[in-house]
């Protein structure tokens, strides 16, 4: 589940992943309470997002993550997003290992609300404001 804020004064979009320790743990193969999890975690969020607003890509940066219980959250955010009327997202996280996953993103802008679904075979999705 991702959830996608706007904030307007700044014109930055500030991205929220949140996925289970335990799956993520599978996908990347590793143990969710080593040291090393949190880097890939962001670096699997990374390779597994992509983002093009009114057309053109955008350059995601993270800013933070932790592992939380069986909470693994990320955060990145892109800057000099002056305004939105398409974004389109690619999200593939967990679809090559889980067949039957399914990922919600909820984007809010300027008051709206908008949420995208994505799954094996779906994995780009474009909403309009």
Known sequence: MTKVDYNEANGVLKFTTKMSATDLGQALKMDPKG???ENAAKAYVSS???VSV???PIKLSYTGGQVNGEAVWVYYEASKVSSINTIQIRNTIMLKDFPSQ???VNIAYK???KTMTFQRGKETNEVSF
């Open 102 to 104: 399914m990922n919600l």
């Open 48 to 50: 597994n997002i992509s």
């Open 35 to 37: 040291s090393a999890f």
């Open 111 to 113: 008051g709206k609300q």
């Open 54 to 56: 009114n057309g053109s």
